[in-house]
């Protein structure tokens, strides 16, 4: 392939890194500070999706916190994970292997994330992923997931046409068909319905097998 490859666009939480340990951290830390007990590792896995502003107000909602407190715990929680964002994340395994596969085949690649765009550049820093991907979108520019405008602004900084999405959760699949992209789903991320009735493309549990599934696809 040459670099006029398909570009490939990545979901970030839940896709590419395993990122709720830290997330739990950060909001445990802000709703401590507040008098409330900590969350779970598996509740926190449930409200990952739709943003950090989503996230606080369903621990909120939770906890019966009052919701004129959303901003001010909102801004809380930002500044709590992006001051220690990565000392509990993981890269999933096989994801460096087919990154590397995928930019020696030509494929541009791109995040299209709701986490706050700051937050993800800081991870994707502190996790070495930074110099695989020509774009980055994260949530602050436009509408989030799954709105289809952060993955098309996505294609746009990669240069236009079209691409592949490929992401982990029920939000990626309905951006994907929102966008009219092919939609690759990562089945071992914080999806909460079973794979086969998400709307997909193709799926996979191991990262050895997306470069071929991209192939498939052109």
């Known amino acids: 392939m040459t670099a006029a490859a398909t570009p490939v666009i990545f979901d970030l939480d839940g896709t590419l890194i ?3 340990p830290d997330l739990q951290a950060a909001l445990n830390q802000v709703f401590q500070a507040e008098g409330q007990a900590p969350f779970d590792l598996p509740t926190v896995t449930s409200f990952i999706g739709k943003g950090v502003a989503n996230l606080v107000r369903r ?6 916190v009052d919701m004129a407190q959303h901003p001010r715990l909102v801004a809380a929680m930002e500044a709590a994970y992006e001051a220690d964002p990565t000392a509990r994340t993981r890269i999933y395994p096989g994801v460096i292997a087919a990154l590397d596969a995928l930019q020696a085949a030509g494929h541009p690649l791109g995040i299209c994330t709701n986490k706050p765009e700051t937050a ?3 991870v994707l820093d502190q996790m070495g992923l930074t110099g695989y991907f020509a774009a980055i979108v ?3 520019r436009v509408a989030l997931k799954p709105d289809p405008a952060p993955l ?4 746009t900084e990669l240069g236009g046409g079209t691409a592949l999405y490929v992401g982990d959760s029920e939000v990626d699949a309905d951006t994907a068909v929102a966008a009219g992209l092919p939609f690759l789903l990562y089945t071992e991320g914080y999806r909460k319905s079973p794979a086969e009735e998400m709307p997909q493309t193709a799926r996979f549990s191991d990262f050895s097998e997306l470069p071929w599934l991209v192939a498939e696809q052109g």
């Open 120 to 122: 993800a550049r800081i």
């Open 152 to 155: 098309h602004l996505c294609i």
């Open 59 to 64: 621990a909120m909602e939770t906890r019966g």
């Open 18 to 20: 395993d990122s709720v």
């Open 138 to 140: 994260g949530g602050g």
